[in-house]
């Protein structure tokens, strides 16, 4: 970004943050908000439900498709270098062999479009994809193999060789950090942030902790593999995709193989899990480079190693965090840097002191994240990416400044609860973290806890409890719309590009979309995962139901406004605006005067129209400028450390949210145990085993790379606020991610309580604590 787009920026910062409220989105609050007819919030069994267990819910790896073929990717094994020789007649010979296409053979195209550098782009990394012999990381594919069936595929491959010249690499953190590092950005903004001097701030403070925390490498593991079946029908083509992101993805791919935007259709209706990492990586283009080789319809399916291979994951950080208090537990410094390793072929450094940002007042800030670049494979987004690691190294060093001030962790929390922003200086949009610490200590019966760490043994288990903040942003990315249809009959279609990923999208917007029109849920139809329809809506960040919301708010408006123009002076309802009227009971009535009304279908009906169509677009999302605006939790977690073996167990957890609004309770619900789930897993399993020598990752497998199964998770309790935020669509804010936040630190501080030893590296393995 150049000097005067920098001062640009800068200065329309500043005018949304001075600017009137009543002149943002969200100034004035959606009417939904003081609507409550018992619709939202509802616990609505997921309307996919039974397509699910009955197997009619056709996911990317399920769509039959006449001729075609199957795809197998051959990895490299070398970190850096390049392809001396590679000998495929073995496999080109092989039984059901299609076609072996390689650098040598495979068609031109250009690099994927990086992932924000353009406001379609979806791609993992910058790197060309097969159109040279050199190698970037171990476990680029270097081959695609295509067969009649995926067992002759996989055979395939296996007879392929290649010879490589190898090239001089940095694999390890120590190499990595003698090179240098660099400045961490993230979404475009500096990961760097001073305010005051908090060195000496912290020197001078009566109270201080100054420790250093790490995390490791993570890898995603959705429950469905990374899949698309795909096919070339002349210079269009066609992709069924495990996608958050369908029209990202047909932008992206019309860029690589030179095409127009409208010549590329991907649809996604159902997805197993995504997480951050089901947008655009290499499989997709050599799948679709090989469809077009062969003339064939191909499906690729990633096997679970070809996921650790070829998808991205979490980046390894090193957290400094120090905090200096006064007697009465007031921050006078709060420093929070450190270093993450990734590659050098995108911009996704793990944003660990985003947390720190908002989350307590201080007297001073020092927050930095530097990168460290590996030849590896690119990372990307996973589940809360910056909070769930950041909130492991702020939350624990909050506990151990308790500690050391024989204070309870709870009080100091609360102590340093900021009354604004503490590092913009923005008015919270709505901030309820007290209500939840204070409901959730008394459900968990926090009063129960000693304050003397090892005090509490049942037999051969030590039993300690512990507690953290969650946190996440509010986003609303630009780009959402939406178009809904109204028919005669009173049933209306929502279409929008966005995506069902097993969290209950289309279930709780289709009670948000009835609500809006006064219609049963049973006469709306809510459609997404399609290219096609309207909206460019990223699956991510927590942010699409905010998205969804204001787009479909805005098509609301102008649905209403198409139905006013029909009304005739002979109409209960001419001659009104569209903020004059509600949908409810079918119809349209007007807000002061219920008597003023008229169905939907005498609308229609009197004007000889068999349907009508609103579509329109949602307002730039100023509201995240204009307020600081973000979701929060507390969180309780009880474990038992085993005193002869170390194993610790988490024998009981509870999350107490303030989140807004809630719009489906059972759902909801599902979202936030899922995340605290996988908040488990990355307190005590999930690791990465990255070997330092040659690069490779050593566990790409579910045998090696453990995750919670039943036994490792409790039953986990959950409770809400539900306080609605007055500027946000529906009053609500994501629910996605604030699950695994704080996850973490509450199980490591529940540790300390139990036996007495403070584990500051991930995971909490027993062989830290014998």
């Known amino acids: 970004m150049s000097v005067i787009q920098e001062a640009v920026q800068a200065v329309m910062k500043k005018a949304i943050a001075l600017a009137p409220?009543?002149?943002?989105?969200?100034?004035?609050?959606?009417?939904?908000?003081?609507?409550?007819?018992?619709?939202?919030?509802a616990p609505v069994s997921r309307l996919d439900g039974p397509l699910k267990v009955q197997g009619q819910a056709r996911f990317a790896a399920e769509f039959p498709m006449e001729g075609m073929v199957y795809a197998a990717l051959v990895y490299s094994t070398v970190p850096r270098g390049r392809i001396a020789s590679m000998d495929t007649s073995a496999a080109?010979?092989?039984?059901?062999v299609v076609l072996v296409m390689t650098h040598e053979n495979a068609p031109r195209m250009k690099p994927m479009p990086l992932f924000m550098s353009k406001d379609k782009a979806a791609g993992g990394d910058d790197l060309p994809v097969l159109q040279d012999d050199q190698v970037h990381w171990n476990g680029q594919p270097v081959a695609v193999v295509l067969a009649h069936t995926q067992e002759q595929a996989d055979h395939a491959k296996s007879l392929v060789r290649v010879v490589y010249d190898s090239a001089p690499a940095t694999t390890s953190v120590a190499a990595a950090r003698a090179k240098g590092t660099q400045p961490g950005t993230f979404q475009g903004e500096p990961l760097k942030l001073e305010i005051g001097d908090a060195e000496a701030a912290l020197a001078a403070a009566p109270h201080r902790v100054d420790v250093t925390y790490t995390t490791p490498r993570h890898n995603h593991n959705a429950i469905e593999l990374h899949a698309a079946t795909l096919a070339w029908n002349g210079d269009e083509l066609m992709i069924h995709d495990a996608s958050q992101a369908v029209a990202h993805m047909a932008w992206s791919m019309a860029d690589i193989f030179g095409l127009d935007e409208k010549q590329v259709h991907v649809t996604s209706p159902y997805v197993g899990g995504g997480f951050g990492g089901k947008t655009l990586w290499r499989h997709h283009v050599l799948a679709a480079a090989a469809s077009k080789l062969a003339g064939r319809p191909v499906r690729i399916m990633l096997t679970r190693e070809g996921v650790y291979r070829v998808v991205g994951g979490r980046t390894s950080t090193e957290q400094r965090v120090a905090l200096g208090a006064q007697a009465d537990g007031g921050f006078?410094?709060?420093?929070?840097?450190?270093?993450?390793?990734?590659?050098?072929?995108?911009n996704m450094p793990e944003p660990f002191i985003l947390p720190a940002r908002s989350a307590y007042a201080a007297g001073s800030f020092k927050l930095d994240v530097e990168v460290a670049t590996l030849d590896m494979l690119a990372n990307t987004f996973m589940r809360a990416p910056g909070e769930s690691v950041g909130t492991f190294g702020?939350?624990?060093?909050?506990?151990?400044?308790?500690?050391?001030?024989?204070?309870?962790?709870?009080?100091?929390?609360?102590?340093?609860?900021?009354?604004?922003?503490?590092?913009?200086?923005?008015?919270?949009?709505?901030?309820n973290v007290v209500e939840a610490y204070r409901a959730g200590a008394e459900r968990f019966g926090w009063s129960r806890r000693s304050a003397t760490p090892g005090t509490r043994r049942e037999g051969e288990w030590w039993v300690g409890m512990g507690c953290a903040t969650a946190t996440y942003p509010y986003y609303r990315m630009p780009g959402g719309a939406a178009r809904i249809t109204l028919d005669s009959n009173g049933h209306a279609m929502v279409e929008i590009a966005a995506h069902e990923m097993g969290m209950g999208t289309a279930t709780a917007q289709t009670q948000v979309t009835a609500e809006r029109l006064g219609l049963p849920m049973e006469k709306v139809k809510f459609c997404h995962g399609d290219s096609r329809f309207p909206g460019v809506v990223l699956a991510g960040g927590s942010q699409q139901s905010a998205a969804i919301g204001s787009a479909v708010m805005a098509a609301q408006h102008e649905l209403f406004a198409q139905l006013l123009k029909l009304c005739d002076k002979g109409s209960p309802l001419h001659g009104l605006k569209p903020d004059e009227v509600v949908g409810r009971d079918g119809g349209l009535g007007k807000l002061d005067e219920p008597e003023r009304f008229e169905s939907y279908a005498a609308i229609l009906s009197q004007a000889g129209r068999a349907q009508l169509v609103g579509e329109a677009s949602a307002p730039p999302p100023l509201e995240v400028q204009h307020w600081s605006m973000h979701s929060h939790g507390a969180m309780f977690c009880e474990v038992r450390v085993n005193a002869v073996t170390g194993e610790v167990r988490v024998s009981r957890f509870l999350g107490s949210f303030d989140c807004g609004r809630i719009l489906n309770a059972k759902t909801a619900s599902s979202q936030f145990r899922g995340g605290i789930v996988m908040g488990l897993g990355l307190a005590l399993m999930e690791e990465t085993a990255f070997d330092e020598r040659n690069g490779r990752i050593m566990n790409a497998n579910l045998s090696d790379y453990h995750v919670p199964v039943h036994m490792d998770?409790?039953?986990?309790?959950?409770m809400w606020t539900d306080i609605p935020d007055p500027h946000s669509p529906m009053g609500a804010r994501g629910v996605g991610e604030i699950g695994i936040t704080g996850v973490g630190a509450a199980v490591a501080n529940a540790v300390f309580n139990a036996c007495g030893k403070r584990v500051r590296s991930l995971p909490i393995t027993l062989d830290k604590l014998m």
Do not use: C, Y
């Not at 080109?92 to 059901?96: E, I, L, S, V």
């Not at 998770?713 to 959950?718: K, R, S, Y």
């Open 713 to 718: 998770v409790p039953e986990i309790d959950v």
């Open 394 to 431: 702020l939350e624990s060093a909050i506990d151990e400044l308790a500690h050391a001030m024989q204070m309870d962790p709870i009080a100091l929390r609360l102590r340093n609860e900021p009354e604004k922003d503490p590092t913009t200086g923005a008015p919270f949009s709505s901030r």
């Open 332 to 346: 006078d410094a709060l420093i929070h840097t450190g270093m993450v390793t990734m590659t050098e072929h995108n």
């Open 21 to 41: 409220d009543a002149w943002m989105p969200g100034g004035k609050p959606d009417p939904l908000i003081a609507r409550n007819t018992g619709l939202i919030g």
């Open 92 to 96: 080109q010979a092989a039984p059901g």
